[in-house]
């Protein structure tokens, strides 16, 4: 883990957050090549989720919601965590991860164990009272379940359709870590997919847990380093019939990446009774109105992109020398081409410089002209840049240049005209 958080800060993906002022406990900020790699996980997921398929909508909800909407959720009441203080160091522990009655830091007494909930909490506008106290969103999904009817009543989706949303979320963990898998403040992907009734629901569910399997592995992830979990009872979170997590084999072991649940008609049925608007939707074919359950793939964004880094990450030997490569599916990598002049002569740089500008148009490129052309792939290796091209005296006289594949290291010529239709075979948009 030590050797991914070091070039993850060295080749700019992660950062620690705050960090000339010491940093904030589990604050993380993702650097120019890691905003580029989130964006492209996101755009992935969006593309092969909602705009590939006909059966889902996007949603863009807020992050500050009415309080009532935590109340129906049952987020107030039991979205917490058992805490005990120790009485010698004042030091706060999670009571069901204690493996003894005294404080493991030093030994002291412990308090009895009290009920933390894990949402954060503010005001809005200027007066700090009791009526005016707001949540920061602890999960994205109740924003969809709270828009159910204005997207049933202004789209023509039919059952079964999903909504899809992306978007930030908070959680005050007593003991985050493990670098970006557990922070207060992160990113969710998730899915609510309604269904008509129970037994489509059990559907819907194993089919889920495929297609999110599938997702993972489709995009490089080594299926070694993947599994499904399925929840014991005891496990289920309050309103879950069933719940199996894609986990993935960290350095740390394997943990979840992302949760399918089926969670009954449980939202709906709460959002119902709490709002007193009606959430049911009408069955042209039966002419009845029900009320829809629904299935869940919940994945987090940062905890996808750690997955993605650590899987990528390879150090091998290559012609008697080391080197560490990023071996990013292509969908994925940040930079997509870097182009170099041989030397750092014109006219190579000016037809280099040409080219840049001409496939910048499309993808994220990189030009380098700096240092030996072998240190200019291993610096892109290391960002995991999958094309290298490079511009020599031969192709001021036939207009081709050499690609260099970063996995195989074998280089062919190509001409600089179908460049761009030789690249998109190999990268895709
Ligand atoms: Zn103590």
Redo the contacts with the bound molecule.
């Keep these: 883990m030590d050797e991914i958080v070091n070039v993850a800060k060295r080749r700019a993906f992660i950062y620690a957050g705050s960090e000339i002022y010491g940093g904030l406990a589990n604050a993380w900020d993702y650097g120019p090549y890691g905003v580029l790699l989130k964006n492209n996980v996101k755009q992935a997921w969006w593309k092969d989720m909602v705009m590939k398929r006909s059966d889902i909508v996007g949603l863009d909800s807020s992050i500050l919601m009415n309080p009532k909407v935590w109340e129906a959720s049952g987020h107030i009441k039991e979205f917490t965590d058992p805490l005990v203080d ?6 706060r522990f999670r009571a069901d991860q204690l493996e003894a009655d005294k ?6 007494e ?1 308090t009895e164990a009290r009920q933390f909930n894990l949402m954060f909490k503010t005001h809005a506008g200027p007066v700090d009272n009791e009526e005016n106290i707001v949540y920061l969103r602890p999960e994205t999904a109740q924003g969809i379940f709270v828009d159910f009817k204005n997207i049933l009543d202004t789209t023509r989706v039919k059952l079964p359709f999903g909504v899809a949303q992306i978007g930030k979320s908070f959680r005050n963990e007593i003991t985050p870590g493990n670098f970006t898998f557990r922070t207060r403040e992160f990113e969710q992907f998730e899915i609510e997919y309604f269904v008509k009734d129970a037994l489509s629901a059990k559907k819907a569910f194993d089919e889920w847990v495929k297609v999110r399997f599938e997702w993972y592995k489709n995009l490089g992830i080594d299926p070694n380093n993947l599994r499904l979990r399925e929840h014991e009872k005891n496990e289920l979170a309050h309103y879950a019939i069933a719940a199996t997590d894609v986990e993935y084999n960290f350095p740390f072991g394997f943990s979840e990446l992302e949760g399918i649940a089926n969670r009954g008609d449980y939202d709906l049925s709460q959002h119902e009774k709490f709002s007193g608007v009606e959430m049911r939707y009408f069955d042209d074919e039966t002419k009845q109105k029900v009320l829809p359950h629904v299935v869940e793939p919940s994945g987090g964004v940062d905890r996808a992109v750690l997955a993605f880094l650590v899987d990528a990450y390879t150090v091998e030997r290559a012609w008697g020398e080391e080197r560490t490569v990023l071996k990013f599916h292509p969908r994925l990598a940040p930079i997509k081409v870097a182009i170099f002049p041989l030397v750092k002569k014109e006219p190579l740089i000016l037809r280099a410089k040409e080219i840049f500008h001409g496939l910048k148009e499309k993808w994220f490129v990189e030009y380098d002209e700096t240092g030996t052309v072998g240190r200019r792939y291993r610096r892109q290796d290391e960002i995991g840049t999958p094309y290298c091209i490079t511009v020599d005296f031969d192709s001021l006289e036939d207009n081709a240049v050499t690609v260099r594949d970063r996995d195989t290291m074998k280089q062919e010529r190509v001409p600089i005209s179908s460049l761009p239709e030789f690249l998109e075979k190999k990268i895709g948009v």
């Design positions: 120790c009485k010698e160091c004042k030091q404080c493991p830091s030093c030994g002291g412990l």
